[in-house]
């Protein structure tokens, strides 16, 4: 009971300090605002670009087809059917009055486009006006096959039904197109958060324990605590404090998305929650949570290595650098999460959690895998809980200098 007592006296003090911590408000609001420039950009966008007026295009159309229907003024255009004369419109670019004119004539059945500017268009704009010009032309050829307006709305609003069968039947139906664009976009998210959340918490753990270490507060603190239960309070400390941050920015989430914009992005969410299974959903948060707790127990380690604080950084090192190359190969499997690379880091468990939902969610593997990475996950953390507790009883009051190796070494050699 005695134990038990001082392990949530210490985690307490550690949970509380930390969350009043300016460090901790500042970081919470900069992810909340980088959320919110994210959600909102377009809105910001507006306020900077505001005041511009929209670009004035001008549409001379030498065919005998109707295409008002395609070229609609926007906020960010507004186009003029002008049957102005040419030199003259050239004369109102020329002057600013005008931003491009477009002249669209027939040659040899195909709708052929000029685009003529003074002062060249944005890129956004051109690209606006070649997509307008594309559907323009498949517009027009259809028209050209004297068909009736039915048939051809018909035609140019004609989707593929597709359909998977799978013809294994050891297994079950490979996921939809939806599904895996979801699963995609889950695990991306999920991997950045993760990215994140190691860069925050690992350096303060680590931290945390090199500054008690080094301002020799450690020394009377473990007159009274034994060093196991010094350990265990500082890592459950730094993982509700994750969890909080985790709450509060999930939670301002839900209001943007509940709120802003209508409801817009409770829609877009609503929709890729359905198109997610609740095993995935599960395999995620499991995921997530087992790599944060992964690293935590690592940074403790790494803080009962340090003298000083300024240290912390030369032994983060080498986890910093392992925490950038999964995120660097989870970002390479957004265009192909089928790769070799992915493959093999979705089972190495420093790198598994940002890897492996996305071979979950994108890719039609089946339960063995994810298990076994899980598996792996959950074996390396309790291994590396072993031996970093037994560890931490010899290390924490060991003083030494060098590299990460060195302090191993001096460690090992001192109570041994």
């Known amino acids: 009971m005695a134990t038990l007592s001082k392990f949530n006296l210490l985690m307490k003090q550690l949970y509380m300090s930390k969350i009043k911590s300016k460090s901790f408000v500042l970081m919470t609001l900069l992810y909340i605002a980088v959320m919110s420039v994210a959600i909102f950009w377009s809105d910001i966008k507006e306020i900077f670009t505001g005041d511009d007026e929209a670009q004035k295009i001008a549409i001379i159309n030498d065919t005998k087809a109707d295409l008002s229907e395609i070229f609609i003024s926007n906020g960010d255009m507004e186009f003029v059917q002008d049957e102005t004369d040419l030199s003259v419109l050239e004369q109102q670019a020329k002057d600013g009055d005008i931003a491009a004119i477009v002249e669209v004539s027939d040659q040899k059945g195909q709708l052929h486009a000029e685009i003529a500017t003074f002062t060249p268009l944005k890129l956004n704009d051109q690209s606006t006006i070649s997509s307008l010009l594309q559907y323009a032309g498949q517009h027009y050829a259809v028209q050209q096959l004297s068909l009736s307006p039915e048939q051809a709305a018909q035609i140019m609003a004609a989707e593929t039904i597709i359909t998977n069968k799978n013809l294994n039947e050891e297994t079950t139906g490979g996921k939809s197109e939806e599904e895996k664009q979801a699963g995609q976009f889950v ?6 958060l993760i990215y994140f959340f190691i860069s925050t918490f690992l350096s303060m753990i680590t931290t945390e324990i090199a500054s008690e270490k080094g301002s020799r507060a450690m020394e009377m603190l473990l007159v009274s ?6 350990f265990k309070a500082k890592i459950t400390g730094v993982l509700l404090l994750a969890i909080t941050q985790m709450a ?3 939670g301002v989430f839900l209001l943007y998305a509940k709120f802003a914009k209508d409801g817009a992005i409770w829609d877009m969410a609503t929709s890729i929650i359905q198109d997610l299974s609740i095993g995935y959903l599960i395999y995620v948060v499991v995921f997530l949570l087992s790599t944060i707790v ?3 127990i690592v940074g403790a380690l790494f803080g009962s290595l340090v003298s000083k604080v300024e240290e912390a950084g030369q032994v983060l090192m080498p986890a910093i650098m392992v925490t950038l190359i999964g995120f660097y190969v989870m970002l390479s499997g ?3 999460p089928d790769t070799i690379l992915i493959k093999v880091f979705s089972y190495i468990p420093f790198t598994s959690g940002m890897v492996m939902p996305m071979r979950i969610g994108a890719t039609d593997i089946g339960v063995i895998e994810p298990m076994l990475s899980l598996g792996l996950l959950i074996g390396t953390i309790v291994v590396v809980y072993l031996f970093s507790l037994s560890f931490y009883k010899r290390s924490v009051l060991t003083y030494s200098s060098g590299g990460l190796i060195q302090k191993i ?3 090992l050699k001192v109570t041994t």
């Open 187 to 192: 695990s991306y998210a999920v991997g950045i």
């Open 225 to 230: 605590v034994k060093p196991t239960t010094h």
């Open 248 to 250: 509060i920015i999930f």
């Open 294 to 296: 992964l690293f935590l």
């Open 334 to 336: 957004i265009g192909n």
């Open 409 to 411: 070494k001096t460690v």
